[in-house]
């Protein structure tokens, strides 16, 4: 099982980012989660594969939006009107289960992260 996520960078603040994570075989829910240095990890946006449904963090509902490829091989996030709070290792992950929940224990594979870094 490999996910691999990309799209990381290094953005002024009101700026976008997307995020994207290639995954192998099969999952029934996938998720975005972010650590900031000296925080807890914190889920970020879930999506059910086959439903389509989708839960959003309150910090960055109307300013995240998680999608996936038509093929579900590719899961996506695209950042807008970037905050430095944002400012976070990203990382994607994904489980068998079924049901977005942004809850880590959740997931049961893990991506390595990708670094996002917003100046004000």
């Known amino acids: 099982v490999q996910l691999v996520e990309s799209g990381g960078g290094s953005v002024q603040a009101g700026g976008s980012l997307r995020l994207s994570c290639v995954t192998s075989?099969?999952?029934?829910?996938k998720g975005w989660f972010r650590q900031a240095p000296g925080k807890e990890r914190e889920g970020v946006a879930a999506?059910?594969?086959?439903?389509?449904?989708?839960y959003t963090a309150y910090s960055v509902k109307g300013r995240f939006t998680i999608s996936q490829s038509s093929d579900r091989n590719t899961l996506y996030l695209q950042m807008n009107r970037l905050k430095p709070e944002d400012t976070a290792m990203y990382y994607c992950a994904a489980d068998s289960g079924r049901g977005a929940t942004l809850l880590e224990s959740g997931y049961q594979y893990w991506g390595q992260g990708t670094q996002v870094t917003v100046s004000a």
């Open positions: 075989g099969y999952f029934g829910r």
């Open positions: 999506i059910d594969t086959g439903r389509g449904n989708t």
